[in-house]
């Protein structure tokens, strides 16, 4: 009987699997209904299927089955995960269960500019179309979780992972990160905005502590990835290495309870960095979902190697004592199913494409509008392409591959033009001769000084020279795991672009790089062009901008100060930046980038903003459309912007907002809007920026949340953030 009672039991529940089996696989068809329609219908999908789960499988899905992949469970079809770096490229198949590469030929792809140069586009509509390549190329590969964007806060210029973030303003990160999380997820593959939060350095970042203010942190270092979560509604999102007040960020109460999952009502998943989990404790309840990069423990279970992570063997035995209440596994397993909803079981995803005409179209126009024009005396660029001259191209950057290298970013690029070979194409009368002039590479003295001497001897006779040089994906240059040492450009290259400077006046420098430079060499050359790591298309945009064929529209998405003192982390000493081994404090508090150099009257050598450009635009009638404002009311700001130069081209307004004799410390002024207008030669056009009051407010400690002031405000209204054409006086009442 009893047994009997039991294999009917045991077949009831094999048919609920069954039948709940199915369901789960054929999700009715979603694309009729509401998104909220569609997430309450999962929901109720994940209600059923939790309860179908032993304690076992839903523990196995809260961590890694391999670097890359967690695991799923097999007999109900719940699909394994897979993941892939980010950001700016899918990154090729790695090994199982090590770092090395997989070698296989078929994860070629295109590399698209780093986010510094979509930073710098000031062009959302271009960052969506990145972010559709970019989870096309993802979905293609098989990805489900794409390691991305990124949107730390641009503090120092010796963050070795700079490059990879949008720089050192929130509101532009803000407005650029929602539209490429849309563009991705477009494609059934989840983004993870990393790294959640205050990673703003590499040294020590796997334990230093981070002291900020709760001004700071929210006015400064959260907007980005509240925006990315509320606004862009990333489904999942990875906590950072580093500790904030004390809490490693991966396992963090502060920020991943209080104010993601609560205050932001987050309702994906938190992902670890790789490796960045250090308690089962806190795991447990401090908001970590899935552990990831914990190292396996191959020697001991070779069935189970992963068991060994801080959310496997200890955290089973914890919910197995009753230790633990079932429901906290539970609420991290609900949410990685309804991550797979939203991705691997979304039947109506798309099949993506690699490699496509489209996506190298978009890398090259990401990289044409992000590169920026900073100086450039007496009209010296553009070279006529079909000139007859000779171009010495001089710097090692100019043939090094920028895909490789710089950490977890790095891609195999299915091609990647190098500057040279974009110039060669472009400058097809022009002969060019190229000496790198430097190395990167341990040299001897003499090696060093003849590679030196080449350089200058084709700088001598050549009609121009174009200095392409920079920092690169080196270990202490823009690369993960590690900052720069110093602010100066390194190999020698302050020297070696002086006396090139000295033989050949006719020299434009070119820098590749994610980060601000010292250029003791400015006022010696006659135009500075900042590339960042442009991905595929380098060389082709590069001979673009220099060519003229591309008018520049680039605006500096971070400040270069002129020398590192001028930081404000800096000017606060070791304490602030990199701290004293343990702990380090913000001390410069709100008063980040721009804000820190406008604030204090301390002039950068280029200002956050500054981007210049081979026509010239006028602002006239600028105006507010009222005086006074309430604070539920939006401003809105209108200008003219006239095209007065020789060729096409495009400009970017910006809108600053500063509050005059402010009852709480103020940046002088903050970005609250911007506008990329094109507008072709001669013409003209008329642009709104609106701005919403609230969005005005300080974040008030003593009352823990935004407060309007009321009182008068300036609008400033400019092209940077150091050239303003007009100022306009507002009052919230
Ligand atoms: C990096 C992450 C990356 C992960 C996986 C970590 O070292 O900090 O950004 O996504 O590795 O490669």
Known sequence: ??????????????????????????????????????????????????????????IAMCHAQSKFSSTGVPRLGIPELWMSDGPHGIRAEMNWDNWDYANWTNDYVTAFPALTCLAATFNPGLSKEYGVSLGEEARYRGKDVLLGPGVNIYRTPLN?????????????????????????????????????????????????????????????????????????????????????????????QILLNDILKNKWSFDGVVISDWGGTHSTEE??????????????????????????NFLGQSFLDKIISGEVEEYILDDKVKRILRLMYRTSLDKNRPFGSINTKAHSNTAYRVATEGIVLLQNSDIFLPINRSAN????????????SMTIGGGSSELKAGYEVSPLEGLRKQFKNATIIHSPGYSSESKSEKDKQELKKEALSIAKTADVVLFIGGLNKNHSQDSESSDRQHYNLPYNQDDLIGSIAKVNKNT???????????????????????SWYLGSEAGNAIASIISGEVNPSGKLPFSFPKKLLDNAAHYYGELSYPGNGDTQYYKEDILVGYRWHDTKKINPEFAFGHGMTYT????????????????????????????????????????????????????????????????????????????????LAFYDETISNWNIEKGDYIIYIGNASDNISKELKITII
């Open 389 to 400: 001259i000779t171009i010495a191209v001089i710097g090692e950057n100019a043939t090094k």
């Open 508 to 530: 434009a420098v070119i820098l590749i790089s994610g980060n601000a430079v010292s250029m003791p060499w400015r006022n010696k050359v006659m135009s500075i062009v900042q």
């Open 283 to 308: 795991s447990i309840y401090n908001g970590l979902d899935l552990e990831m990069g914990t190292p396996s423990n191959n020697n001991i279970s070779k069935r189970f190697p992963y068991n060994n």
């Open 1 to 58: 009987m009893i047994v009997n009672h039991i294999i009917s039991i045991q077949k009831k529940r094999l048919i609920k699997i069954l039948v709940l089996s199915v369901f789960i696989l054929c999700t009715t068809s979603l694309q009729a209904q509401t998104l909220n329609e569609i997430d309450k219908a999962i929901t109720v999908k994940i209600d059923s299927i939790i309860s179908l789960l032993t304690i076992e499988e839903k």
């Open 616 to 695: 010239s635009f006028k602002l006239s009638a600028i105006i507010s459309d009222k005086k006074n404002y309430s604070s539920f009311d939006t401003i809105k700001i209108s200008c003219n912007v006239e095209n007065t130069g020789e060729v096409n081209g495009s400009e970017v307004i910006q809108v600053y907002v500063g509050k005059k004799n402010s009852k709480v410390k103020r940046a002088f002024k903050e970005l609250k809007g911007f506008k990329k207008i094109s507008i072709l030669k001669g013409g003209s056009k008329e642009i709104n920026i609106f701005i919403e009051v609230d969005k």
């Open 160 to 252: 070795g992972r700079n490059f990879e973030y949008m720089g050192e303003d929130p509101f532009l990160a803000s407005i650029m990160v929602v539209p490429y999380i849309h563009g991705v997820q477009q494609s059934g593959v989840a983004t993870c905005v990393k790294h959640y939060a205050l990673n703003n350095q590499e040294h020590w970042r796997g334990h230093i502590n981070v002291e900020v203010s709760d001004r700071a942190l929210n006015e400064i270092y959260l907007p980005a990835f509240k925006a990315a979560i509320i606004d862009g509604e990333s489904w999942s999102i990875m906590g950072a290495y580093n500790k904030f007040r004390g809490e490693h960020c991966c396992h963090n």
